[in-house]
Each structure stands twice: as structure tokens, then as C-alpha cells.
């Protein structure tokens, strides 16, 4: 999918705001190397660079790389899901966060251990993504809305929400010993319009669809939620979170 950094400030501001509680869990300590992973346009990553850390983002996306870039930090195009095989990285970081990051990546059992290879002993990690029931309202709604246009959405579905179980069972595969996780309900208000959210967070559903198709599909979706998630002029998302920190022994 590809990220536009303007509409990511526009529409998902909330997203670094609400990282907040990740920093509070890793503790970063200065002159510390830390790895985020998925950074985005580096909003959280910025205030690790702060406390005084040596930090590296890590994203899919070129545009959010260069995004991240223009706030001074170092980022490197790259896929999580490779991070175990970049022998450079290998026990470079004492901490690793990710915020928002994980749903994206269907195989997260390869990210857990590229976390473990990239750590050194003793090295933690924190992180936050959508866990098992995130979203699922706007889920129905616009997975509704674009089959009424003919369009299935499941061949096109990015995303991988995970339960406690399955996401502690990555972990510890990958050598982690488990601190805290928890699958907590975070209802999330946006800052706008339902349909800037699908314009930033759904374009892999959206993307290759002719403008006046992509608008009736939105349209559509929106009307279908507005009942359950529309109240007094704001959108309120069905957000579930799934938090951890872990640690290599
Ligand atoms: C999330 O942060 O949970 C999320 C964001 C966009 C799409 C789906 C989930």
C-alpha cells in the first residue's frame, strides 16, 4: 500500500499521540540504541530521539522513510518481516518499539524473531497493534459496502489482528520471555470525517478503483456505520488494542 505523509498528519495524528503509553513501557534511556519498527512518519520516533537514544525507524513505506528522514532520524526502507535476515542489524539494540505497526505484517511470527535477532541479550521490547476484534464494526461496514459494488474485499484484506494466545506464542517461539499483554477495547475518536480514515488506513480496499466507484464505496460504508458509530459531530472507531512487553533472557 502506499502512504501519503501529508493525509498520514492530516487523518492519523491520534496514532504517535496515543504511542505515548509504548514510551512509559520501554523506558528509553539516553545514549541507548533504540529500533522502531513500522515508524511511520517517525512522530513517535522523534520523541525517543529526544531522551538522548541512538534511533533507527524501520518502515515498508519509501515515503514514510523519507518522512521520518526529514525530522533528522535515521530510517531505512525495510519490511520487518526481513529484519531477521539483515546481518547488520544483528544485536544492534538494547530496546525495540512498535506502534501501530504489526497488523500490517501477515507474518508476524518472522517478526517476532527478526525483534529477537536484532536485541542484544537481555534487550526488550514493546510494542502495540490491533489485536483480535480491532476495527471489526468498520470492517462489516465497508466489507459490505464494497461487496454491494461487486468487489470482494477478502482477496485484498491487509490486515492480521491477533489474540493473545497467538501473539504470545510468537513471542516465545522467537526466544522471548513474556513481561506483559494485554487485549484491551480503546475506543478511538478520529480527529475528522470517517472518510479521511478510509482515505489513509483502508487504500489497499480502495486504491485501484475508478474515483466515482471509490466515492459511492465510501459513501456507502459510511452510511452503513454512521448509526453505531457516529455521535454529536465525531467518529468513534471500534479500536481493540493488543499491548506487550517482552525481553530475551
Ligand atoms: C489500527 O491501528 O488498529 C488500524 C489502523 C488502520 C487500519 C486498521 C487498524
Partial sequence: MKWDPAGYARHAGFVAELGVPLLELLVPQAGEAILDVGCGDGALTAEVAALGCDVLGIDSSPEQVAATRTRGIEARVLDAQQLEHQPDLNGRFHGILSNAALHWMPDQAAVARGMAHALVPGGRCVAELGGAGNVACVREGLFAALEQHGIDPHLRNPWTFPNRDTMAGHLEGAGFAIDMLELFPRPTKLPGDISGW?????????????????????????????????????????YVRLRFRCHLP
Fill in 198 to 238: 478510509f482515505d489513509t488506513f483502508a487504500g489497499v480496499f480502495l486504491d485501484d478503483l475508478a474515483t466515482a466507484l471509490r466515492r459511492n464505496v465510501i459513501d456507502s460504508a459510511r452510511e452503513r456505520l454512521s448509526a453505531d458509530l457516529y455521535s454529536a459531530g465525531i467518529w468513534t472507531l471500534d
